[in-house]
T-cell receptor, first 112, second 113 residues
Framework: DADVTQTPRNRITKTGKRIMLECSQTKGHDRMYWYRQDPGLGLRLIYYSFDVKDINKGEISDGYSVSRQAQAKFSLSLESAIPNQTALYFC???????????FGQGTRLTVV | AQSVSQHNHHVILSEAASLELGCNYSYGGTVNLFWYVQYPGQHLQLLLKYFSGDPLVKGIKGFEAEFIKSKFSFNLRKPSVQWSDTAEYFCAVNPYNTDKLIFGTGTRLQVFP
């Protein structure tokens, strides 16, 4: 079983719909992250969380929200999806202070 | 702003050719450095990392990277590439005592047999 699991793996949704991407981990890490990957732009940080009560915005948080339901679960929501949110989304975890991240398999989201 | 630059966007090589991918960062303090690899259709996996000590670090699959502090660089090398090295490679920087991992834009490597 994967240490970092993302669901769904693929999703097509319509403009204006609300969608949630889920991430769970079994690594016991306290840090969790959401990134989006776009061709030619690399990975950009959306939100990150140090623990259940600590949520921080990344460089591209507009249009997104997150919830850290438990140490092992970190979900990303698009309240009203728009086409330029079409991307590959990755969840990642890390142990505190080391920087090394472990990634999930990714969720390919298409907004039509 | 802190940034990571990968100047090679797309590299095409024949098998057995040598590889060097550039990575430069703009953060002035102490950093931890990483190279990640993303094989087609897969998630990112750690290739190698540098925290401190010997600036020449060796990773998996014959890859190595050299940290040159004066040049703010962490270039990735492999003496002889294989077709199975076809992937996208990302350099990443973790400024010391932060929990941010800042990625470069990636380099797509294609290796032809």
């Amino acid at each position: 079983d994967a240490d970092v699991t993302q669901t769904p793996r693929n999703r097509i949704t319509k403009t204006g719909k609300r969608i949630m991407l889920e991430c769970s981990q079994t690594k016991g890490h306290d840090r969790m992250y959401w990134y989006r990957q776009d061709p030619g732009l690399g990975l950009r940080l959306i939100y990150y969380s140090f623990d259940v009560k600590d949520i921080n915005k990344g460089e591209i948080s507009d249009g997104y929200s997150v919830s850290r339901q438990a140490q092992a679960k970190f979900s990303l929501s698009l309240e009203s999806a728009i086409p330029n949110q079409t991307a590959l989304y990755f969840c990642a975890t890390s142990a505190g202070g080391l920087g090394e991240a472990f990634f999930g398999q990714g969720t390919r989201l298409t907004v039509v | 702003a802190q940034s990571v630059s990968q100047h090679n966007h797309h590299v095409i090589l024949s098998e057995a050719a040598s590889l060097e991918l550039g990575c430069n960062y703009s953060y002035g303090g102490t950093v931890n450095l990483f190279w990640y690899v993303q094989y087609p259709g897969q998630h990112l996996q750690l290739l190698l990392k540098y925290f401190s000590g010997d600036p020449l670090v060796k990773g998996i699959k014959g890859f190595e990277a050299e940290f040159i502090k004066s040049k703010f660089s962490f270039n990735l090398r492999k003496p002889s590439v294989q077709w199975s090295d076809t992937a996208e490679y990302f350099c990443a920087v973790n400024p010391y005592n932060t929990d941010k991992l800042i990625f470069g834009t990636g380099t797509r490597l294609q290796v032809f047999p």
